[in-house]
């Protein structure tokens, strides 16, 4: 058994929680069900784990909707809650 099975099996699963796990584990990224949460202590920050989270995407050929990408937005509604 390769030791990247764990690896693969995620992947086929969740590739963005797989390739996004460490910064939603320091929770600079949040996935709720099929969305993605970017943030950060500061706009500064914020920019910085955008681009991060864009670059791993990028790096992994997992595009983004541009239709449905919002940066910042004022309000967001994640499960039916709006904050």
């Known amino acids: 058994m390769s030791t990247l099975a764990p690896l693969w099996g995620c992947l086929a699963l969740r590739p963005a929680s797989c390739i996004l796990g ?13 969305d993605l949460y970017v943030g950060g202590n500061s706009p500064e920050e914020v920019l910085h784990n955008w681009h991060h989270v864009l670059s791993l995407l990028q790096q992994n050929n997992l595009p983004l909707s541009a239709s449905k990408t919002f940066i910042c937005p004022k309000k967001a509604t994640a499960l039916g809650w709006v904050g």
Do not use: F
């Open 22 to 34: 460490d910064l939603i584990q320091e929770a600079y990224v949040a996935k709720i069900a099929d």
